[in-house]
């Protein structure tokens, strides 16, 4: 069978497209923007045929299916020669749905923060215990350079994005996910562009637990007050409910240590059980918020039946998701990382962390608000309040930013008044023009790139800066 994939140069479309290809689909794909790695590389790789988007692929191609990504427009000419044609159009959450979850056990993370690197965890977990998963997460595992597996096993593990579908399927990705395990990592505001209000974007959230599998486990973290709540209003009867965090739980994180090694990161975190007993947890990833998403994985694994002692091995070969936390450039006294954080909680978070492990001179952040939401207004003053972390912070202008209404649009001239107030040097990077980032030679440096999208230009110039000191 043939199945079209239009605006295929998306992650989770290629990933899609990907899967679909190793199930013994014939795929096509188009794209009407220029298609960026890793997406370009995994259809590349794959052999699968892109075309450039006009009317005439869907009677070039003759496809018994369509997939249509949430970034397409309803005007798209080749969905509306697809509709005329009496073609099948699906978007990629209902074609999981049809070919996808047919006789598997669906595994679903979802939350505002982390749920690429727990369900990555979880997915790689699933690979080694021999369970031959198939998967589609939202960013690359560091050691595969895949984001998707077509398996024989009886899981599939999904990222479970709240994001709509498609213009035609406006309910959130991961309401066609009916999963028989859900984590749920956090819940905080997000997606201003589409939820009008945290009480708007919970909703989306409690009808998701609805969705378990009554005969299920749904595992969360405890210590949020957003999804204690969601919780305890529903009190869905879920079979086996599991609970984790740093102040109760069935997994009580007791202590997270994180060091930098020269070459990556060494986490050491102490667990207490719901029986009192303690446990040591060794993982690759930095900071105390990846260790509560490593046990909420190991929660969920040994709901299902894995053994702990097993779990505990596997976890410790976990290489990371390519741009969460990515070491890109390391030295004596220099450490380049590039990430995908751009929530203000998640910048946060991730800085402190970074900055725990290193324990530099100075911190170096190059800040990118590209996402829907970060372009927005409405998280301008938590900003402020996230990024001073940082003793120096050069603020990139987005792409599309003069598209958001002005009464809504984020002002990065007021961010960086409200900066230099606090005592930060601050500079600016246009995509216009060339710039240039202070390295400290002789200071024990930190630079960290922080965008929704890999900023190539950026980590080039990075690189080239710290190559001459290193002589590389």
């Known amino acids: 069978m043939r199945v079209h994939f239009i605006g295929i140069g998306g992650i989770a479309m290629s990933a899609v497209a990907g899967l679909a290809k190793e199930m013994g689909f014939e795929v096509s794909g188009s794209e009407s923007n220029p298609i960026y790695s890793p997406a370009k590389d995994i259809l590349n790789e794959l052999g699968i045929r892109v075309l450039a988007s006009q009317e005439s692929n869907i009677d070039l191609i003759d496809p018994q299916y369509v997939v249509v990504g949430n970034a397409v427009k309803r005007d798209n000419d080749e969905v509306a020669r697809a509709r005329a044609l009496g073609k099948e159009v699906l978007s990629f959450p209902q074609f999981i749905k049809r070919f996808i979850l047919k006789d598997k056990v669906s ?89 009008s209000s945290l009480e708007a974007y919970t909703e989306v959230f409690e009808k998701l637990v609805q969705s378990v599998s009554q005969k299920g486990v749904l595992v969360y973290h405890g210590d949020d007050p957003n999804l204690t709540n969601l919780i305890e209003k529903i009190k869905h009867n879920i079979d086996i409910l599991k609970t984790y965090g740093t102040q109760s739980g069935d997994y ?39 260790s509560l998403n490593v046990i909420s994985v190991l929660l969920l694994l040994e709901a299902l039946g894995f053994k702990r002692e097993e779990l505990l091995r596997v976890i410790e070969t976990f290489p990371g998701v390519k741009r969460r936390q990515e070491v890109l450039f390391c030295g004596r006294r220099h450490l380049l990382i590039d990430d995908f954080a751009h929530h203000p909680s998640a910048v946060k978070l991730t800085l402190s962390s970074l900055m725990d492990a290193f324990k530099p001179e100075i911190t170096t952040l190059i800040f990118e608000p590209r996402t829907n939401s970060s372009r927005r207004k409405v998280f301008q003053e938590d900003y402020v309040e996230s990024l001073s972390l940082a003793d120096e912070i050069y603020l990139k202008e987005p792409p599309g930013l003069e598209l958001i209404p002005d009464t809504e649009r984020i002002d990065l001239g007021y961010v960086t008044k409200r900066l230099i107030e606090r005592g930060k040097k601050v500079g600016f990077i246009s995509a216009r023009e060339d710039f240039t980032v202070d390295i400290y030679p002789e200071r024990r440096q930190l630079l960290v790139l922080m965008s929704s999208a890999y900023m190539e230009r950026e980590i080039s110039k990075l690189k080239e800066l710290l190559g001459r000191i290193y002589g590389r």
């Open 107 to 195: 595994l679903v993370v979802a939350g505002t923060h982390g749920k690429t690197t727990t369900s990555a965890l979880l997915a790689w977990s699933l690979f080694r215990l021999s369970q031959d998963p198939t998967f589609v997460i939202g960013g690359l595992i560091r050691e595969t350079g895949r984001n998707f597996r077509f398996g024989k096993g009886r899981y599939v593990v999904l990222e479970g994005d709240e994001y709509p579908s498609a213009y035609f399927d406006p309910v959130p990705k991961f309401f066609h996910y009916y999963p028989f395990g859900l984590i749920l990592t956090s819940l905080e505001y997000d997606h201003a562009d589409v939820f």
């Open 252 to 290: 009580r994180l007791v202590r997270s240590h994180t060091l930098f090694n020269g070459e990556g990161f060494i986490t050491e975190a102490i667990v207490h059980d719901s029986k009192g007993d303690q446990f040591v947890v060794r993982h690759r990833l930095p900071g105390f918020y990846n």
